[in-house]
């Protein structure tokens, strides 16, 4: 019965969209890295989006599920979140989305 449940459990993405000041994106995506880099147990992949020619962007963070999200925020995480702030025009709008269908391409 648990690999049947194990099944019916769907990821979790964490998404922010959001624009920075003039110029600072590059600078913004150093610590996005950063950032992503050190997290561990749950993580299941990240994504940083640029609409191009601009400073506009969303990034879109996947885990296995809620709590290994919030597990994830270790004082590396704040600190760099902390050093990002700045960058930012106005806040991001951010999200906590269960992932509800993944199409994989065909092999």
């Known amino acids: 019965m648990s690999e049947f449940l194990d099944f019916l459990k769907h990821p979790y993405a964490y ?3 959001g624009e920075f000041k003039p110029g600072c994106f590059n600078e ?3 610590l ?3 950032a992503v ?3 561990s147990q749950g993580f299941e992949g990240a994504y940083l989006l640029q609409k191009p ?3 506009q962007g969303i990034a879109v963070i996947f885990w ?3 709590a290994n999200m919030e597990a994830n925020r270790t004082a590396i ?3 760099v979140l902390k050093e990002m702030s700045h960058l930012f025009a106005a806040p991001p709008e951010t999200g906590f989305y269960e992932v509800a269908s993944e199409i994989q391409p065909k092999p």
């Open 64 to 66: 296995d599920d809620a």
């Open 15 to 17: 998404v922010a969209i």
């Open 28 to 30: 913004a995506e150093q």
């Open 53 to 55: 020619g601009t400073d």
């Open 77 to 79: 995480h704040e600190s």
């Open 37 to 39: 880099s050190s997290y």
């Open 32 to 34: 996005f890295v950063k």
